[in-house]
């Protein structure tokens, strides 16, 4: 296949193709992408621009790694897919095993599935499992915070900030569920008994109709980027375990190091009883996610039957080898010292922008740096802006965000906040 991307493509592409939360015919000029190396992006029209998205949380590794490419083709040459009903094989053995490694003692089981909604459904049908099996079929009802993202699939969605997601255009389809205000003590703020009240009043008062909370530790990712406090997580965990309430973490955007910890919930030493993971579970490669969950779950549901889910490319075996590929290097612990600098100089560049009155503050957490303007951009506005300083960043609402690959070097690191503070200096 030819990888030059001709005028005529493009229109067809804007005709034909859906992007992500878009329109055919699309509204918005597209950038060709004809090949990726490192941080690095090559337009079609011969720019080079340095990826702050990480292609939206996953390629921590950069692209085009050495290690990712030889395991994926190694993997070719053996088996690219078979059915995983009553057959299994090495990548989906070996990536369970380091899965289980990583994550703290009580998870012990995995369920493979392909995307990271999917793996939010699955998780929300093994917490109603759970409690049909012990005989509380009351208990089915989900509680969250408002704020948060979970995926674009039903249940996922459901669960989605009320008002930013999708809930207007589905009333009367998606589950009704409940909400309270978002953690309203960010993360370096020091935690006090009254940021906790809304949530324990509510789980006190929904009373066993909860099967499970299901929330982003430490950030709430796609759902407005807020960081907040790992005391108040801890406190979760044990309003939960008071009040008999499962307890899931969705870690898809914040696994495998994003905040400085191979997992957020590490931040407050706490275990959810079922934990779903993602987008850079592949280093970027390929879509897979897990659903991990506590023996007492997987014990519980089983002693009843099986869990009634099964895709068709459940555990694919290149996708799993990519997984295990990267969590190899992950072991290395490299991304450390990697995230910690880039926390660093995150700081460092961002900072800047805090001066400006469009701006409502900058905020940092691992290699995620957040700049919040007042206003939402305009994104046919702001959007060429960021190739035009030789970087690539998306924004939405009034969120200009980044969280880079974790082998970006300094300079590059450089290049990325100097563009952002250009181009929000340039809108205001
Ligand atoms: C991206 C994301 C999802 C959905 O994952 P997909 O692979 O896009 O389906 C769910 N939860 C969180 C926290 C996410 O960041």
């Known amino acids: 296949m030819d990888r030059t991307i001709t005028q005529s493509d493009l229109e067809f592409d804007a005709r ?16 060709a992408v004809e090949s990726a190396s490192g941080v690095r992006l090559r337009l079609s029209d011969g720019r080079e621009v340095i990826d702050g998205m990480s292609s939206w949380w996953c390629m921590v590794h950069g692209y085009n790694h050495p290690v990712m490419n030889q395991a994926l083709k190694d993997q070719v040459d053996s ?13 989906a053995i070996e ?31 093994m917490a109603m499992q759970y409690w049909q099996c012990k005989g509380l079929t009351s208990k089915n009802k989900l509680l969250t915070f408002k704020g948060g993202y979970f995926g674009d699939t039903t249940g996922g969605m459901s669960v989605c900030d009320p008002e930013n997601g999708m809930h207007h255009l589905f009333t009367g389809i998606l589950p009704e569920h409940h909400f309270v205000p978002r953690p309203a003590c960010g993360f370096d ?11 324990r009043s509510e789980l006190e008062s929904l009373n066993h109709q909860v099967a499970a909370v299901i929330i982003e530790p430490i950030v709430q990712g796609a759902g407005g980027m807020h960081f907040y406090s790992p005391d108040f997580l801890k406190k979760v965990r044990e309003l939960c375990d008071e009040h008999e309430v499962l307890l899931i973490h969705d870690e898809i955007a914040t696994g495998f190091g994003r905040t400085g910890k191979m997992f957020a919930c590490e931040h407050a030493d706490v275990i959810p009883d079922i934990m779903c993971v993602g987008k850079a579970i592949t280093g970027g490669y390929m879509t ?5 969950c506590t023996e007492e779950i997987s014990k519980t549901i089983c002693a ?20 295990v590929a990267s969590m190899e290097i ?35 957490l691992g290699a995620i740096g957040v700049v919040e303007l007042k206003e939402p951009v305009v994104m046919s506005e702001i959007q060429p802006r960021f190739p035009e300083q030789g970087v690539w960043v998306r924004p939405f609402g009034k969120l200009v965000y980044i969280m880079p690959p974790y082998v970006i070097s300094d300079e590059d690191l450089d290049t990325l906040c100097k563009a952002i503070c250009t181009v929000v200096k340039s809108i205001s």
């Open 16 to 31: 034909h193709i859906w992007h992500p939360y878009g329109t055919t015919p699309s509204q918005y000029e597209l950038f």
């Open 79 to 91: 088996m690219s897919h078979v059915m995983f009903g009553g057959l299994t094989h090495k990548p």
């Open 95 to 125: 990536l369970a095993r380091k899965l289980i490694e990583l994550t703290p003692e009580p998870i012990q089981t995995v369920f493979f599935a392909d995307s990271g909604s999917v793996a939010v459904e699955v998780a929300i049908k």
């Open 189 to 199: 703020e020091t935690f006090e008994e009254h940021h906790i009240e809304a949530f």
């Open 288 to 292: 897979l996610s897990a659903v991990m």
């Open 304 to 323: 009843s039957g099986p869990i009634m889910h099964g895709p068709t490319f459940m555990a694919n075996p290149l996708a799993c080898a990519a997984g």
């Open 330 to 364: 992950l072991s290395t612990g490299e991304w450390q010292h990697q995230v910690a600098n880039i926390e660093k100089k995150l700081w460092d560049g961002l900072s800047p922008c805090a001066e400006l009155e469009t701006v409502d503050n900058v905020r940092v």
